[in-house]
């Protein structure tokens, strides 16, 4: 039913509908490296270009799951709804928490808020990502009584967004995680808290502001597709003592993780230091707030004269609801050097934009 077997120690490769005919060169070129009870599928981010991939072994996988399963204490009573595809790791580490409790998996990944909402009735526990939740709180869904937890991870989560959900009943825990960990690294405990907590089966710290983690459910090899088929091992990615340096930024309290976006996020533009993260969360949360989330977005692009350039994009039906003038008012001290309507913004099966 969800083409994946735990049982079948072959290496089962789970590609993106749009990536099956890459099927045979990645399995060729992946077939020396005897990658025996793995999985292989490709980043979350990825969109085309270069494509990257990852081999996760079932032991780091089950782990992983292990370990959220014990962190939000599901049961074998539990059931969850698989509302993420399981190309990505999202929707296969759902399948892995079900796998080692033998909880009941009840199929919601055709994603239509309405259809989606009606088959969620018996379900106690799934993992949606942001755009998903903004489609239940725009028509004003409220959640069913039997669920315990929604977890929302795969991109930023405006608090705006999240304090829209909790009036409307849902028990949103905010989660971050990774690929590269087989799902999971940090999460909140409960709707009432933001604190991202680190599972315990991971080590973190930060250089230069830079995340590293040291992890039981670590990936074994990553792969890249572009011109030349590259392969690396996990071991040639880490420091001596195990760290694998992320492409996040991150601040650590404690046990606790500060996301600060990914590397690339803080840039000068024009001589100003700018944090891309906390302009989107400002930008995000004014379209909230009219409605109209998704119809404009901030890009960097190249410049020749500055280096870099800020650039809103947005949709004609933007006009409908709020006014560039008062979006540009709301950004400032920053300064938008561009701004371009455009037709469609192009984003990845998760709702991530597409970044070129």
């Excluded at 405006?158 to 825990?173: Q, R």
Aim: one cysteine or more.
């Amino acid at each position: 039913m969800f083409n994946v077997d735990f049982d079948n120690p072959a290496p089962q490769l789970i590609c993106h509908p749009n990536l099956c005919h890459h099927e045979t060169e990645i399995l060729k070129n992946l077939g020396p490296y005897f990658l025996r009870d793995h999985f292989i599928l490709f980043s979350s981010g990825t969109t085309g270009g270069h494509l990257k991939g990852y081999a996760l072994s079932k032991k780091a996988l089950f782990k992983n799951a292990e370990e959220v399963n014990k962190f939000f204490g599901i049961s074998s009573t539990d059931i969850w709804g698989l509302s993420l595809p399981t190309y990505h790791v999202g929707g296969l580490s759902v399948l892995a928490r079900a796998h080692l409790l033998g909880n009941l998996v009840v199929d919601l990944r055709s994603w239509e808020p309405l259809f989606w909402y009606k088959k969620m009735s018996e379900v106690t526990v799934t993992s949606i990502v942001p755009t998903q939740l903004y489609d239940l709180v725009r028509l004003e869904l409220k959640a069913p009584p039997h669920l315990r937890y929604l977890i929302v991870g795969g991109d930023f989560l405006s608090p705006k967004l999240k304090e829209k959900a909790l009036f409307l009943g849902w028990p949103v825990i905010r989660t971050y995680g990774m690929s590269e960990v087989s799902s999971q690294l940090a999460s909140a405990r409960s709707p009432d808290s933001d604190l991202l907590e680190v599972l315990p089966i991971h080590e973190v710290k930060t250089k230069d502001a830079r995340l590293l983690v040291k992890s039981l459910s670590l990936f074994t090899l990553e792969f890249v597709m572009g011109e030349k088929f590259m392969v690396t091992h996990a071991s040639r990615l880490c420091d001596q003592s195990g760290f694998f340096l992320t492409s996040d930024r991150a601040e650590l309290s404690g046990n606790t993780i500060i996301p600060l976006g990914r590397l690339g996020d803080e840039l000068k533009v024009g001589g100003h230091l700018v944090n891309l993260l906390k302009l989107r969360d400002t930008l995000s949360g004014q379209l909230l707030e009219n409605n109209c989330l998704g119809q404009a977005e901030i890009v960097v692009e190249e410049d020749e004269r500055k280096g870099k350039k800020l650039v809103l994009l947005y949709l004609s039906s933007l006009g409908n609801h709020l006014s560039i003038e008062e979006i540009l008012n709301r950004l400032k001290p920053v300064r938008i050097d561009e701004v371009r309507l455009i037709n469609e913004f192009k984003r990845t099966d998760l709702g991530k934009l597409k970044r070129s």
